[in-house]
């Protein structure tokens, strides 16, 4: 169903709400946070590495396209940009942690922004289309975080919380920048909008792997693995066991569908099983039936 005041199927009555949490800022208890595992600390240390950054680039990019936009998505707006804010500031915090502990995240912070400076050298709706293809990467990504408790098995349980925190909030606001899309691109043709955001998000797919990957092998090396071994290991991690890329991949591909909104998968119910954990009272998750 659609709101009636904003270009969205996102479920009624659902609102963004940021979370104003403060995580540690004390030393990681161990350089190899995440179980002791290189591949698996050096993965997700790769991917903070990105947020400060990306996330502001993600706010500036809605922004320039909030004026006139119905009071709804206004709203929903606001909400996105605030949990973003925050979302800086504690990945922010959590990469001097990683570097307190031994880590140089120079050439990553580096690699971040020579991508934000070639998509902000083109027009404002390309970066409004790369925000929309990784708003939906971190979406799908954040689902299967939530979804399958072995991708934080072993990881200091500060850091995880920060991980389930930022999971949570990036399903709540999974269609906020798509949304935005919609209603900047109103006046194109379907075959145009389709057409543009495809080729964004298999340019977005094929940097995001790339530099990921590439982010993760630098921080193993500094870890002194290299070569064959890191390469195995990580590819392992990564698309056999757990195989957080190879479980995305679906979802992935949903987004090349003709009609395709974020809330066609409704997953309120991890939202709900977050909830519940977070205030002490664990329950089990159940799947909310969608609206629609």
Not at 67 to 82: E, N, Q, S
Not at 201 to 222: H, I, K, S
Request: aromatic share 10%; glycine share 6%.
């Amino acid at each position: 169903m659609r709101r009636a005041d904003a270009l969205t199927q996102a479920p009624p009555g659902l609102t963004i709400t940021p979370r104003d949490r403060r995580f540690d800022r004390a030393p990681l208890k161990a350089r190899l946070w995440h179980g002791g595992r290189v591949e698996a600390t050096a993965i997700y240390n790769a991917l903070s590495a990105t947020f400060p950054d990306g996330e502001a680039f993600f706010v500036e990019s809605v922004r320039k396209f909030r004026d006139g936009v119905p009071l709804g998505l206004a709203a929903d707006i606001k909400g996105f940009t605030t949990q973003e804010a925050i979302h800086s500031r504690e990945h922010l915090a959590f990469n001097r942690r990683a570097i307190d502990s031994g880590y140089d995240l120079t050439k990553l912070d580096a690699d971040v922004e020579r991508r934000l400076a070639l998509t902000r050298s083109k027009p404002p709706i390309v970066s409004l289309a790369a925000t929309m293809a990784l708003e939906h990467f971190t979406a799908i990504l954040a689902h299967e975080l939530l979804k399958d408790p072995r991708h934080l098995e072993g990881a200091e349980a500060e850091a995880a919380a920060l991980w389930r925190w930022h999971a949570c909030e990036e399903i709540e606001h999974k269609a906020v920048a798509y949304d935005t899309w919609l209603f900047a691109t109103r006046d194109w043709t379907r075959w145009k909008r389709w057409k543009v955001k495809a080729l964004v998000m298999l340019y977005v797919t094929r940097n995001f792997l790339v530099d990921r990957t590439a982010g993760a092998l630098e921080l193993m090396r500094q870890d002194g693995v290299t070569g064959l071994a890191a390469w195995t290991r990580l590819l392992a991690y990564l698309w056999l066991r757990p195989g957080m890329f190879r479980k995305i991949g679906g979802a992935w591909l949903s987004y090349f569908l003709p009609g395709f909104h974020p809330w066609d998968v409704d997953d309120r119910h991890l939202l709900a099983a977050y909830a519940a954990e977070a205030s002490g009272r664990p329950e089990p998750a159940k799947k909310v039936r969608s609206a629609a």
